[in-house]
């Protein structure tokens, strides 16, 4: 069984999504563009990132 807690998960989500969006704006500068690969990665990326950070509050 994996833990689990809907209202941490929810938190670590949001600070993924900022660590995404910096993540964006770095690939911006460096390469000047954002192709769809970016967006497939940080898609896939976001939720497995959020739910680390979940795990690691939870201890």
Do not use: Q
């Not at 670590?12 to 500068?29: D, M, R, Y």
């Not at 460096?30 to 509050?57: C, F, N, Q």
């Amino acid at each position: 069984m994996f833990p689990f807690d809907k209202e941490i998960y929810i938190s670590s989500l949001k600070h993924a999504c900022i660590i995404a969006a910096l993540g964006f704006l770095f690939i911006l500068l460096v390469w000047g563009e954002i192709v769809p690969e970016d967006i497939i990665g940080m898609t896939i990326t976001i939720p497995l990132l959020a739910y680390m950070i979940h795990v690691i509050r939870l201890f």
